[in-house]
């Protein structure tokens, strides 16, 4: 599975932001996508992500009520939107994805086998 991410930037804090990652290749092998983030001298860590049946959506906390993450498996793409934006959620952002059908979102990055390149998000106060 290849994935590209798109939708990065400048914004400004309080502005909205909408990722997109669309998957290409062996996709019907692709369960749990979701978005990942790193920001500079950080790990990265999780942000949100969605089960191929979208029963099961999770979000980290700081992000949690801003963040509406979807998926179009028909049109194999999965969008994350982020509103409110505020500088700490300046970061690059990589999309990725798990072989397989999962029930329950996966929150470790070692779980994903397929990864997106990464758009970078900067938020300035």
């Known amino acids: 599975v290849q994935l590209q991410a798109s939708g990065g930037g400048l914004m400004q804090a309080g502005d909205s932001l909408r990722l997109s990652c669309a998957a290409s290749g062996r996709t019907l092998s692709m369960g749990t996508m979701a978005w990942f983030r790193q920001a500079p001298g950080k790990e990265r860590e999780f942000v949100a992500g969605i089960t191929w049946s979208m029963s099961h959506k999770s979000y980290r906390d700081s992000v949690m009520g801003r963040s509406t993450i979807s998926r179009d498996n028909v049109k194999k793409v999965m969008i994350l939107q982020m509103d409110s934006l505020k500088p700490e959620d300046t970061a690059v952002y990589y999309c990725?994805?798990?072989?397989?059908?999962?029930?329950?979102?996966?929150?470790?990055?070692?779980?994903?086998?397929?990864w997106g390149q990464g758009t970078l998000v900067t938020v300035s106060s």
């Open positions: 990725a994805a798990i072989r397989g059908i999962d029930s329950v979102v996966n929150e470790a990055a070692a779980a994903y086998s397929s």
